[in-house]
Nanobody, 123 residues
């Protein structure tokens, strides 16, 4: 059984930082691309960062470029999202997900999902 478990969310003031973690288990993810999505109330789920398993290709949504960094630690089976210079508009539930291609931006193409972690940025 595949499991993705996010952690690290919380309440932070604007300008602050958080690091989200996504621990995965149940199968090898060596051929899977990993991504972080977010969903704010009343909005569709959107991808914010994605990367190949090797880490040689990474993409970021325009609004987070220069502020967020996606990374992974193969030895720990964990993917991270370092979020810096947080803004109130970053407030959302953040999800990690896995798919077969780093080119996918549509959440419907991602096969595996974590349960989500809430990030709230106060102004």
């Amino acid at each position: 059984q595949v499991q993705l478990v996010e952690s690290g969310g919380g309440l932070v003031q604007a300008g602050g930082s958080l690091r989200l973690s996504c621990a995965y288990s149940g199968r090898t993810f060596s051929s899977y691309c990993m991504a972080w999505f977010r969903q704010a109330p009343g909005k569709e789920r959107e991808v914010v960062a994605r990367m190949t398993w090797s880490g040689n290709i990474r993409y970021y949504e325009d609004s987070v470029k220069g502020r967020f960094i996606i990374s992974r630690d193969n030895a720990k089976n964990t993917v991270y999202l370092q979020m810096n210079s947080l803004k109130p508009e970053d407030t959302a539930i953040y999800y990690c997900a896995a798919s077969s291609s780093v080119t996918y931006v549509d959440f419907r193409k991602y096969a595996y999902w974590g349960q989500g972690t809430q990030v709230t940025v106060s102004s």
